[in-house]
């Protein structure tokens, strides 16, 4: 009998020359949060969004959104609106500052966050507390938000946007690139995203004084003496030259990257697709998503959970879409501005295996097992 292998939602995919990165660090013993496969990650980064920002690499994404607040001097008694449709990490350092999120839900189109219910949510603010330090916006699985909408609110009210990128590196809003379109970028590096460094981050500005700032914070605030002088409160966030160096390598694939996860949704597109209660998110004009996850809607709860459970005794790992955060535990008795959208998609939406890594075997694996599924 043939052993089947277990299929993850999204396992890392090294490209072959990471390994040779991590050796040269090694043999220079630049085993440090600096170093020339920092530098280099940067400006990887920075070459591949159109060579003219300024990128700071650092530990986590989650890193870079606490950094981003900080820099956009967010603090204690604070309001930052946020998508609700997202993961935790998008909302959590928020918390970190000790200022307070107020949650947003989503428009149909792209899952992301409402330019309607974000203009409703800071006329309400403004009328009954005070104008929100920050926007955090979240391309989510890779699809972009509505730039340009949600652009034109911010200047509007002159309130500026974190661009949650972290999902979508390698996605596109009318030709520019995700992570330049907001006042500040971030990028994830985690094990799970398009490229990875293990664990890892960064922040990108369209300024340099905002990546020197970053640099600054992240590694622990030193000021300038022989000694070790302080007049701010520092971090350790900076990214490690042995993790950019794995950076560098995946840099040089997240091109294949891209396409091979797109091929991944055309793949499950074409073979669910003609199936009545299975349907897929399609890009708007002018919306490039790197697809990193492909998601289905269904019908309903029941029939989610059936191809779900399906898949896992199969040892088939597929998800629920993101719990919104106003309805996470941990966030229940702060503000949202909701309008169901991102209830309903949690409830019939699922994350199939999306893997750069993925087989075409396996592939066929996966949709033989939900076309088999009856539609009730
Ligand atoms: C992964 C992720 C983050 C956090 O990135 P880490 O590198 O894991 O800290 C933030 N926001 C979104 C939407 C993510 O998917």
């Not at 660090?25 to 530098?39: E, H």
């Not at 340099?208 to 002088?229: M, V």
């Amino acid at each position: 009998m043939l052993t089947k292998t277990k299929i993850y939602l999204s396992s890392p995919h090294m490209g072959g020359t990471e390994r040779s990165f991590v050796e040269e660090a090694f043999n220079t013993n630049w085993i440090a949060p600096l170093g020339p496969n920092v530098d280099g990650f940067e400006n990887d980064i920075n070459n591949y969004l159109g060579g003219n920002k300024h990128v700071a690499a650092l530990s986590s994404g989650t890193a870079s959104i606490h950094l981003a607040l900080e820099l956009l001097n967010v603090t204690r008694g604070d309001e930052v609106l946020c998508q609700s449709f997202t993961f935790s990490a998008s909302a959590n350092p928020i918390m970190y500052l000790g200022a307070t999120p107020v949650f947003i839900d989503s428009e149909k189109e792209t899952w992301n966050m409402s330019p309607e219910l974000l203009e409703i949510a800071i006329k309400d603010r403004i009328e009954k507390y005070k104008k929100p330090k920050a926007i955090i916006a979240v391309h989510l699985y890779g699809m972009p938000y509505k730039a340009k909408e949600i652009n034109a609110i911010a200047e509007k009210y002159n309130i500026p946007v974190v661009e949650d990128s972290a999902e979508a590196f390698g996605s596109y809003y009318f030709n520019q690139p995700c992570s330049t379109l907001g006042t500040l970028g971030i990028l994830s590096f985690n094990g799970n995203k398009i490229i990875t460094t293990s664990g890892g981050g960064a922040l990108v500005a369209a300024n340099e004084d905002y990546k020197k700032r970053a640099i600054f914070l992240s590694t622990q605030a030193r000021d300038n003496a022989p000694h070790y002088e302080h007049s701010t409160v520092g971090y350790n966030y900076r990214m490690s030259n042995v993790l950019a160096g794995i950076g560098r390598g995946q840099m040089q694939v997240l091109d294949e990257r891209v396409n091979a996860r797109r091929k991944n949704f055309e793949f499950y597109k074409e073979n669910l697709g003609k199936l009545e209660h299975i349907e897929f998110l399609e890009e708007p004009n002018g919306f490039y998503s790197n697809r990193w996850i492909t998601c289905i809607l269904t019908p309903s709860f029941e029939m989610r959970e059936k191809i779900r459970l399906e898949l896992l005794k199969d040892d088939i790992e597929s998800r629920p879409l993101w719990k919104p955060m106003h309805v996470q535990p941990v966030f229940k008795n702060k503000l949202h501005f909701s309008n169901g959208t991102s209830e309903d998609l949690f409830d019939r939406g699922l994350c199939l295996p999306s893997g750069s890594n993925l087989t075409l075997n396996e592939l066929e694996r996966i949709s033989n097992i939900i076309s088999k599924i009856p539609n009730p």
